[in-house]
């Protein structure tokens, strides 16, 4: 004879349901971590569609080079398989994959987004339209937004990687109030009141970013012109050549391009160009942002040394680096 009145065991099995019922739906489900190179995406397309018009308009968006830098890089490098080879385990964990579907289904093109699909870290782009002409035409029109996805994937992938160097961020943030995230690895090559020189000396490449601050009158406007010649005052100033009397510098017969981005919410100018040593046979890409707050500009200025070898994903990763920079309120 059980003890517990009836209602009193209706209410411990009740519990004991509710509780498993918790346990499961609060249980995330695992995922194993995205695999594939920095800047690498997975096309995936069957041979009909990827041996017509939409292969071709793809293969050259995929071909775009990065701007700016010494030697013709794409963007990403592309990788090409078909519905029976995203099945293989390696190849279904990729971190960047591009779907191309044809389907009936579709009333129109378009694109979006899923995050972690098969594998944590994970963007999967899905291109559909019911018919490849009007997808190919979609993507060609829409080939920045595909790049944006895909970039800020990659940026906020390598920094959830990264060990942080404190003693650096530190450096930054008690200086000019920035606070960023830094790998460890770059250290502090030069420490001045007004000028900030962090530096990552690899095997056989170095990436380097210098942040720096000055007064601005109210009514100046961060142009090309004004941008180049503060740069130059500092890189004259703070980083010497390997020669006597050398010093890092700007090339200027190719006019660095400029645009706006935002970053976490602050304006930033961009400025893309090609710095090399005066007095010496030294140079490379740069990239650099500026923003104004008050009456000071504050620029953080990422370079690359790296002649032999490839440059993007190098100057890339600085990138990612300021694209986690923000303003201590």
Known sequence: MNSYPTYLRHTALLAVAMLALTACSNKKKYLPAATGKPYEVIVVADDAVWNGPLGDTVRSIMDRTMPMINRDEPLFDM????????RLDLVRKHHNQLYLRIEDKFTAPGIHAVYDRN??????????????????????????????????HERKLYISKVKPAQAVIGSVKSRFGIGMTIPWGYTLKKD??????????????TQGMFVYSYDIPGTEQLTVRSLIDARNHYLQKYVPGPSDDSYMTTVEEIVPATRLVDING????????????????????FVSYSTIR??????????????????????????????TAQFAE
């Open 192 to 205: 001045e009141p007004d000028f900030l020189w962090v530096n990552n000396e690899l095997p056989l490449a």
């Open 266 to 285: 602050e304006t930033w100018v961009e400025m893309r160009g090609y710095w090399d040593v005066k007095g010496d046979f030294m140079g490379g890409p």
């Open 119 to 152: 594998a944590s870290g994970q963007i999967v782009v899905l291109a559909t339209a019911n018919n490849a002409d009007s997808l190919a035409v979609y993507l060609s029109q829409h080939a920045e937004e595909l790049f944006q996805a895909l970039g800020d």
């Open 79 to 86: 990788v090409r398989t078909d519905s029976a080879g995203i």
């Open 294 to 323: 008050g009456n000071k500009a504050y620029t953080i200025d990422c370079f690359v040394f790296s002649p032999h070898y490839p440059q993007r994903t190098l100057l890339r990763q600085l990138e990612s680096m300021v694209y």
